[in-house]
């Protein structure tokens, strides 16, 4: 058997999703007219307290079209290092918007207020001014961890107090929900605009949704269709997306438990040094005596993938296709290496 851990975007939909977007009622959303879509949109609007949503092919997509809305030539982003949105987009950043990005350092992922306080650039004939700060939640390459509305409510006051808008990459954010018990209208409370992906942990064939105020959205439309991600009959895709919302968030309490187990699992495996905490659905392995590439080919002799996270890391993903006789599985194949 197979175990394929490289990231939680692998599922394949399920028989109940399937019927869904079988008997989904359709029509041309680029018009407007596709009531599916338009009802994801306002679900999850609702859900957060947001005033509208739009749907679209990707979250590089939403987080993209976030930026533009908020930066442009001259202006500048403030995110972690390691975000999503500045090393794994694809330079989309500079691309897209023509912006500039000022990244922060930050335990496991994240920053604080007093981070982005230090680092504000004034409108001043020498900067780029700071338009935009990004968060991300769960935190990717921080090993899944989470924000909570304590660490980010300091930040949003700084943010107003300097009129910089407050983007959230939550590409994950509802297996941060499910870990910390905080509220969806909570979390909407605080940013400007939010991305969500369908298509992690959620299980999703495809699909993201730009949230944010009624003015913004409109815009975002705009944009969506200037990056060529204007859909027609997109509710086949939208149904699978409120299929998701409707069966597959309480669930994601499992899969942080069997990430949690894999870490113990993988903490005292002789050639890890160190699994970063685990939270969420996320495990990173720091590896000691053995190379990633040498110890990820000693996997997929196993039948296990798992991707590269890093000169000494690796990372290993749960998600909906991965059971507890995969975790049993993989618990017994680690310990043959
Ligand atoms: C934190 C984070 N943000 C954004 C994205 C982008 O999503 P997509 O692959 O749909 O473009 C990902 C994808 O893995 C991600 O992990």
């Known amino acids: 058997m197979i175990i394929d851990l490289r990231s939680d975007t692998v599922t394949k939909p399920t028989k109940g999703m399937l019927e869904a977007m079988w008997s989904a009622q359709v029509g041309d959303d680029v018009f407007g007219e596709d009531p599916t879509v338009n009802a994801l949109e306002q679900k999850l609007a609702d859900m957060f307290g947001m005033e509208a949503g739009l749907f679209c092919p990707s979250g590089t997509m939403t987080n993209q079209i976030a930026i533009k809305l908020h930066t442009g030539p001259q202006k500048e982003v403030i995110c972690h290092k390691y975000s999503h949105i500045y090393l794994y987009e694809a330079g989309g950043i500079m691309a897209n918007a023509h912006a500039s990005v000022k990244l922060l350092e930050g335990v496991y992922g994240k920053i604080t207020a007093q981070d982005v306080a230090d680092n504000i650039s004034a409108d001043d004939v020498h900067a780029c001014e700071t338009t935009l700060v990004s968060l991300e939640n769960t935190m990717n390459k921080g090993g899944g961890s989470i924000y909570t509305l304590d660490e980010v409510k300091p930040i949003k006051t700084l943010c107003e107090k300097h009129g910089i808008k407050l983007h959230l990459d939550g590409a994950r954010l509802f297996n941060a929900l499910v870990a910390s018990g905080e509220s969806a209208k909570d ?107 040498v110890f990820l080919s000693k996997l997929a002799d196993k039948g296990i993938k798992s991707v590269k996270f890093g000169k000494d890391q690796v990372r290993f993903v749960t998600h909906l296709d991965f059971n507890d006789e995969m975790l049993e599985l993989f618990g017994e194949r680690v310990k043959e290496i």
């Open 187 to 293: 979390w909407g409370a605080q940013f400007d605009t939010i991305s969500i992906c369908l298509s992690k942990g959620l299980g999703c064939p495809i699909g993201s949704v730009l949230l944010g105020s009624k003015a913004d959205i409109k815009r975002a439309r705009k944009i969506r269709k200037s990056f060529g991600g204007g859909m027609r009959q997109a509710g086949y895709l939208a149904a699978a997306a409120i299929y998701a919302l409707d069966h597959h968030v309480d669930r994601l309490a499992e899969d942080h438990d069997r990430a949690k187990a894999m870490g113990l699992m993988l903490e005292k495996h002789p050639l890890v040094s160190e699994v970063f905490p685990v939270v969420t659905n996320i495990v990173i392995a720091r590896l000691q005596d053995i190379s990633p590439e």
